[in-house]
């Protein structure tokens, strides 16, 4: 976690964690745990091992492994303790899942930090990442690990959080209407933030201002006094600054371009190693550099610096940290190929994707400069639970393509023939039924020079397009950051 010190006496005592759980124990009671796990594949000796049903695994079937592998304990439900006892020291609960989040909300109660939540439709992972990258310049931070933001991760997040930390940096997701309020009910943040509100698993709510509704959410579980902080921009602003003023928020703050907001941007630019941003933060003025490009970026800065400033840092410290953040791996990381007798630029967008990001995403490659003889290339999956909007949505990027001067487009996927035959047939480089179709025939269509942006929803797996250009070119000559 970002910040966070090393721990000298134990995540949580053996004893400490009998009453949380509400646990009965099976063999010897361990001094202390050092950390929480629940995946043997990166658990480490001293770890507790949380025995979670998944959708495809039962986490029973591997706590013999996780003993083995020197975890100090297993929390096992009471359906399979005659099958495990004997093989190591055991938490028995009656469930194991609602003993993960009891043991979360011990560590909200104990602990003195200040808290944050994110949310939002686009951008809440490099949000949580940027602001937790700010806050840990001050004091030992402890933050979401990569997108732990659902009804297991955020109390897993939570039960890893150290009694010691001064700050905390929680992302908190969901599918459907409801699912928020459970989860920022147990994270009890001193600041909330949605980012954005999009047109994203549209199927299950029908409209967007359904989607804002349940990202509004967030603001039910803060604490009372506690600061709200809203996208401007987002023509569903009145109904989130309705749900912040129902909550027991005692701000509510506002970012954006829009002038009216509380922090808004004066200029952007964008170049390839990141963003020069000129904004008006709560009436002053303040030029930053931001270390990953992006139009998207620079706004979500405005939230991050306003999260950070009602968390007691000071305006300027807060953007000099923001120099150091560059895009994780499949949101905006950059990577320099070799190709023939030059290079390329490969901008990895593959993580996940819906209208707003796959624009944005856009936004970022038609603003960098391909070398010499290259062309802006993007290379995209479809965008998935879009309900009977797919297929408009999907044809409507034709228009930012054409916006931000993409040369070529490659398609993978049914919803992105939409695309494909909307766009002119000059810019049209191919389409393929599906991401294993067309990874073979990619490097085929790329030349030296190229900027290259691959994205598309998980579900489209663009992510093996990245792995083939990967493994084809950097694997000859080694990588770069570009």
């Known amino acids: ?7 000298k006496h134990g995540l949580w005592t053996g004893l400490g964690l009998v009453g949380p ?10 001094d202390s745990i050092g950390d929480i796990s629940i995946d043997t594949r990166t658990l480490k000796p001293g770890d507790l091992f949380f025995a979670i049903l998944g959708e495809n695994t039962d986490g029973h079937d591997y706590v013999a492994k996780a003993l083995a592998a020197g975890a100090g304990a297993a929390v096992i439900d009471e359906a399979h303790a005659d099958a495990l006892t004997g093989t190591g020291p055991l938490y028995v609960v009656r469930e194991v899942l609602p003993a993960l989040e009891r043991l979360g909300q011990a560590a909200r109660a104990r602990s003195t930090a200040r808290i944050a939540a994110v949310t939002g439709s686009v951008g809440k992972t490099s949000t949580k990442d940027a602001l937790a990258l700010t806050l ?6 402890h933050a979401s690990k990569a997108s732990y933001n659902n009804h297991w991760g955020v109390p897993l997040t939570l039960a890893k959080m150290p009694e010691s930390a001064r700050y905390g940096v929680f992302e908190i997701g969901m599918n459907h209407a409801g699912e928020i309020t459970p ?51 987002v023509p569903q602003f009145a109904i989130l600054q309705e749900m912040a003023k129902a909550s027991p928020a005692g701000h509510i703050i506002s970012f954006g371009r829009d002038s009216s907001a509380d922090a808004h941007l004066l200029s952007v630019e964008i ?94 490659l038609g603003a960098l400069p391909p070398g010499e003889g290259g062309r802006r290339v993007a290379i995209l999956g479809d965008m998935l639970e879009l309900g009977d909007e797919a297929g408009p949505l999907h044809a409507e990027l034709a228009r930012t393509i054409e916006i931000e001067k993409i040369d070529q487009v ?46 598309g929803s998980n579900s489209s797996r663009m992510g093996l397009i990245v792995q083939s250009l990967m493994h084809q070119f950097a694997n000859s000559a080694g990588t770069g950051a570009a």
């Open 1 to 7: 976690m970002t910040g966070q010190p090393a721990i």
């Open 21 to 30: 759980l509400q646990a009965r124990v099976s063999g010897n009671m361990p």
């Open 136 to 141: 840990a310049t001050q004091g030992a931070t």
């Open 183 to 233: 989860l920022v009910a147990m994270v009890k943040p001193h600041v909330a933030i949605v980012t954005t509100v999009a047109p994203v698993h549209l199927e299950y709510f029908g409209s967007v201002d359904a989607i804002a509704r349940a990202k509004g959410e967030i603001f039910s579980g803060l604490v009372k006094g506690g600061a709200a902080i809203i996208n401007r921009d």
């Open 271 to 364: 170049f390839p190693e990141g963003t020069y941003v000129e904004a008006s933060v709560l009436g002053k003025s303040i030029k930053y550099r931001l270390g990953a490009p992006g139009q998207h970026f620079a706004e979500n800065s405005l939230a991050i610096l306003l999260a950070a400033r009602l968390m007691g840092l000071e305006l300027e410290l807060a953007a000099k940290a923001l120099e150091g953040f560059h895009a994780p791996k499949g949101r905006g990381s950059q990577t320099r190929l070799p190709i023939g007798e030059g290079h390329m630029t490969l901008l990895d967008e593959s993580y996940n994707a819906n209208p707003a990001s796959m624009r944005s995403a856009l936004a970022v």
């Open 410 to 455: 490659l398609c993978a996927g049914p919803n992105m023939k939409f695309l494909f035959e909307a766009l002119p047939k000059s810019r049209r480089a191919g389409w393929f039924e599906n991401a294993e179709a067309l990874a073979p025939r990619v490097a085929e269509a790329l030349q030296v020079g190229d900027v290259v942006m691959i994205k």
